[in-house]
């Protein structure tokens, strides 16, 4: 009923710069939280930025002043602007949403795939 499908993953150097987007489809009433998720190998999945539909945001302590996370609630869409990357940003990152869909009351949670961005020279 829902898809998230994340893009904007890739290889860039340490310093560089990368924008992830995620877009949200299927029978969506509306979208209250949309979330960035990592995990990086033989590590847990960790919470990387949030943002509520109001606009509301909060980051993890280890990417503050360097990622903005971002939505357009009208396209049903997530962002996350990556700046000054690091080698320890490397992961795969998961777009998360609670999304209530048409019909129902309750938002339920819903995850995309996944978006590998590797960092190194």
């Known amino acids: 009923q829902v898809q998230l499908v994340e893009s904007g993953g890739g290889l860039v150097q340490p310093g560089g710069s990368l924008r992830l987007s995620c877009a949200a489809s299927?029978?969506?009433?509306?979208?209250?939280?949309m979330d960035w998720y990592r995990q990086a190998p033989g590590k847990q999945r960790e919470l990387v930025a949030a943002i509520t539909s109001g606009g509301s945001t909060k980051y993890a302590d280890s990417v503050k002043g360097r990622f903005t996370i971002s939505r357009d609630n009208r396209k049903k869409m997530v962002y996350l602007q990556m700046n000054s990357l690091k080698s320890e940003d490397t992961a795969v990152y998961y777009c998360n949403a609670e999304v209530v869909v048409a019909g129902q009351l309750y938002g339920m949670d819903y995850w995309g795939k996944g978006t590998l961005v590797t960092v190194s020279s």
């Open positions: 299927g029978s969506i009433f509306s979208i209250h939280a």
